[in-house]
């Protein structure tokens, strides 16, 4: 599906960003962001439910496969 390659594209960059906030020294941005995402790849792991998965699923309409909402 379209959303999960996104999402995890998205994952990619934000994990890209952060590398280069921690190299330019901006550590304080660095650790709010990799927080967030720590966050969310935990809601994702023990609740079974990625708000970003689900947001773009909406954008683009799509079903999921599994679970058919």
């Known amino acids: 599906m379209i959303s ?3 999402q995890r ?3 990619g960059i ?6 280069y906030l921690v190299n330019t020294n901006e550590l304080m941005i660095a650790s709010y962001l990799l927080a967030f995402m720590v966050v969310m790849v935990f ?3 023990i ?4 708000p970003s998965t689900w947001g773009l699923r909406k954008i683009f309409k ?3 496969k599994p679970c058919g909402k």
Not at 47 to 50: I, K, N, V
């Open 4 to 6: 999960d390659r996104i």
């Open 9 to 11: 594209t998205m994952m």
């Open 14 to 19: 934000m994990l890209t960003v952060i590398l």
């Open 43 to 45: 809601s994702w792991a």
């Open 47 to 50: 609740f079974d439910f990625c």
């Open 62 to 64: 799509e079903e999921c």
